[in-house]
């Protein structure tokens, strides 16, 4: 055989290899696609954080991430429903349009018609008013007020059974929020993560409030319909090893976050100012204060002296009055002094006149002195 033909031959060799492996390949990604099964999936339009539509008009939210990552773990393919309130939603797995509601809240009425998965998450259910009601503080309080439901909801069934509240329903969150802040209706009733997540959305998570012990907690899951237990089979353990995993932390942090902070600009302004003028009224009450006590202070020093001065003076006063009685007296001695005086000169003189007269007589009777006194 020459070179030729063994080229020849290993050539067509190669090429058969390459279009039976090329078979092989297509019929089992042909066999892998009939394997995989699609499902329909019917979703809200509007249910943040749940349900919402992204930038290229196409499902989004916290359930259709769950649902994304556990059809992809069993293998399912699935096509998204959008439909525009959770009645409709039923009705779509009533009549066979969808064979799943991802993140349906779980009750008795519909689990006495539908069959559920098992529990994805569980939020409160809780009373919303206006921020300014203050009348409102508990669910007792809206017995005889309108009270704001979305249509075949949970909280709407749950009311219901019980007696005194005005219930309103509602198709879809906005018309509810919206009646609620304009004042047609005195309360909403609803999932308490949801509605907050939709009104930080829209701007007006300052205008609501919560009141009062929630209504009840409500426990989301997969709605499918009663005959459908081998989708259910195949969905429980999926949800139940991805609930437990770190990417359904991740997703429910994407979806719900944190809660708005407190402090936002406008809060951190309006302390601001309100220290400014804390400290503001505290340097003039500190100053006034400060004033107030020196005045006390000096009061006090004015009062001591004060004092001090009227004991000096009446000391004073004292000794003056002492100086002036001795003055008296001395004057009075002086007085007695110059009469004793002029008593004791004029004796002198007298004394005098009489040697002076008895001289006379000595020489007049030419007696000496001795002789006159000799007895």
């Known amino acids: ?39 329909i999936a019917a979703v809200l339009n509007d249910f943040p954080p749940l349900y919402t539509v992204d930038r290229a008009e196409q ?40 064979d799943i509601i991802p993140g349906i809240g779980i ?9 559920f998965s098992v529990t994805i998450e569980t939020i409160p259910v809780s009373c919303f008013v206006r921020k300014k009601n203050y009348t409102l503080r508990e669910l007792n309080d809206l017995r005889g007020h309108n009270v704001a439901v979305i249509n075949q909801s949970a909280a709407n069934t749950k009311l219901k059974a019980m007696s005194g509240f005005v219930l309103i329903g509602f198709d879809n969150i906005d018309t509810a929020l919206l009646s609620l802040l304009a004042g047609n209706v005195d309360a909403f009733v609803f999932p308490e993560p949801v509605l907050w997540n939709k009104a930080r959305l829209v701007g007006l998570d300052d205008k609501i409030k919560v009141v009062g012990d929630p209504l009840m907690e409500l426990k989301r899951g997969y709605l499918m319909r009663k005959n459908d237990s081998d989708l259910l089979d195949i969905i429980n353990p999926a949800i139940k090893k991805y ?5 359904y932390l991740e997703s429910y942090v994407k979806w719900y976050g944190k809660p708005k902070p407190f402090w936002t600009v406008r809060s951190l302004s309006i302390a601001m100012i309100l220290i400014i003028i804390f400290l503001f009224c505290g340097v003039i009450i500190w100053r006034f204060m400060t004033i107030a006590r020196l005045n006390v202070q000096l009061e006090k020093s004015v009062k001591k002296r004060t004092s001090g001065l009227s004991e000096t003076n009446r000391l004073l006063s004292l000794e ?13 001695q002086n007085v007695e002094m110059a009469r004793v005086n002029k008593a004791f000169v004029g004796r002198e003189l ?14 007049k009777l030419k007696y000496s002195r001795e002789k006159l006194c000799k007895p």
Not at 350 to 361: A, P, S, V
């Open 59 to 98: 499902p989004a939210g916290f359930a259709i991430d769950l649902l994304d990552n556990v059809s992809q773990t069993i293998g399912l393919k699935v096509d998204y429903l959008v439909v525009e309130n959770w009645a409709a939603a039923m009705e779509t797995i009533r009549n066979g349009q969808a």
């Open 243 to 247: 609930v437990l995993s770190p990417k």
């Open 107 to 115: 009750s008795p009425a519909r689990s006495s018609e539908f069959q």
């Open 350 to 363: 007298r004394m005098i006149e009489l040697k002076n007269e008895n001289k006379k007589f000595q020489d």
């Open 1 to 39: 055989m020459s070179i030729k033909s063994i080229i020849s031959l290993s050539f067509h060799l190669v090429i058969q290899i390459i279009l039976v492996f090329s078979f092989v390949l297509n019929a089992h990604a042909e066999n892998d696609s009939s394997e995989q099964k699609k499902i």
């Open 320 to 332: 003056i009055e002492e100086r002036k009685k001795i003055e008296q007296k001395l004057k009075q």
